[in-house]
């Protein structure tokens, strides 16, 4: 899976949670809870939904290595197989 | 023989529309079921009935908007005879009883005519609402034919080009598009004013070590798969459901200067909207729940609230409210009573902080946990008591 496929599934379940969030307007380094006001259920519901499509079980103590988009890509390009 | 009414969802709902009937005449009807959808401020909500029998008669239709107390439908007992009157002789001759519990029974005013419910993003109905777009013209396409804000967008800029000849919308259409965040705005303003005015507010706050809870539910959800996760708010829930069993005094209403205690434990969480204003719905039973059901609660709670889909008692069932607006940062909470409850709960956000036991320093996971108390009802001596409480449970977290 490349950088492109993983990018479009992030969007897809951000979404879903948050349909006006708009992921190609956050800069790569802006922290996606406080950017598009996620609360701690949705942002469950967001590690939830990349279970779902790309199959990665993200550990409660990596949560916070999925702060930004930049984090987010590059933790799941390292996790996907 | 009973009248099934506009319930009252909430001190400061006047009227509501009623969207939708579930039924028709001549349904057995049950307890709970859900017969009706109504729109108020606060979203569609979906009202229940409170007791068995037949739809006997319904006598508000869809699209009109009625005042609080205006019967809606007739539902006869089960067993009870059909009455011969006619639906006109009904209508035009209220029953002496009829007239004593609706003594303003308005006529039902015409309202606009329901539209298709409109899927949107709060950013894009911000927008149009800015841009006085009306939302049954643009078209969605985002996710399921949602409206973003790009759509918004577009349709305000096509709004520009000349279209002087074309009729204006009717002015209620417009508000109706942009009047949700408006009509929440007003209900919570006028709650909030009333418990301003009304209620004689003490307050409390104490600190609480969250390591041991905290550790503990770590290591709970390191054995669960994602989906079966808990959060740390659903211990909060559960410790003061726990708490108000030590201490009842604070879970019930002040109502008409009397303090009525109740003994069913229904929490108010709430669940901020993103688009601005806040909704409170209740969990039930939240003291008779494990963990994992209030967890389910919860998500199930927080995505119906969202897409304003409640149902009437969870909107007036709640005997105490929590405020958790940890995942913002603040750490403390000073809040603001719901009436007719008597008190309300706040939690901050989980800190490191630097905390002395048997002359040690050592740096924990504090949160701060604050009541709002109505001193009519209860006194501070009861409110310590209260946090106390929560503090032990937190402490023994196996047993939530």
Redesign the interface.
Known sequence: MNEEQIRKTIVDVLGQIAPEADFDELSPDDNIQKTLDIDSFDFLNFIIGLNDKLGVDIPESDYGQLATPAKIISYISAHVE | MAEFRMPSLGADMEEGILVEWKVKTGDHVKRGDIIAEVETQKGIIEIEVFEDGVVEQILVQPGEKVPVGTALAIIRAEGEEERPETAEAKKTTPSTEEKKAAPEKPKPQPAIKREKRI??????RRFAAELAIDLSKVDGT??DG?I??ADVERAAAQAKKPEKHVPEQPPEKKERAAGFHEGIRKAIAAAMARSNREIPHYYLETRIDMSRALKGL?AE??KR???E?I???VLLIKAVALALGDVPALNGYWIDGVHRPQEAIHIGFAI?L?QGGLVTPAIHHADLKSLDELMEA??DL?IRTRAGRLRSSEMTDSTITITNL??IGVETVYGVIYPPQVALTGFGRITEQPWVENGMIGIRPVLTATLAGDHRATDGHTGARFLDAINKHLQDWEKL
């Not at chain 2, 899927?119 to 894009?124: D, E, G, N, Q, T």
């Open positions: 899927r949107i993003s709060p950013l894009a985002g996710p949602a973003n804000r770590e959800n390191r798969s994602v989906k996760r959060l740390p708010a901020s993103r919860l998500r927080i940890g995942d």
